[in-house]
């Protein structure tokens, strides 16, 4: 049986004094990749989890973060780590 990978994007709000320490711990998350506008005081971080409890115990974790306001879930995907490691046939490629 192969595990499933979940593939969510959150919008991170945060104080604007918070915003670099946030952004570094976010950061420091496994499989996480941080997107940020400069001046904004929200960024969106995309990460991978194993679970939807490791899904949901993350956005507990990152909503107590100091700085943090709040944590929107904006993006949910699930899939099997077999299929995503399968390759992609295109409909314009020749067989």
Request: with cysteine.
């Amino acid at each position: 049986m192969s595990a499933d990978v979940h593939i969510v994007s959150l919008i991170i709000h945060v104080l604007p004094e918070y915003k670099n320490v946030v952004l570094r711990k976010a950061n420091n998350m496994p499989q996480a990749d941080c997107h940020s506008n400069e001046g904004e005081n929200k960024f969106v971080l995309v990460f991978e989890a194993e679970s939807d409890a490791v899904l949901s115990s993350s956005m507990d974790e990152i909503n107590n973060w100091q700085g943090v306001m709040s944590v929107q879930l904006c993006y949910h995907h699930c899939e099997t780590n077999e299929s995503l490691q399968e390759e992609i046939q295109y409909a314009n490629q020749a067989s």
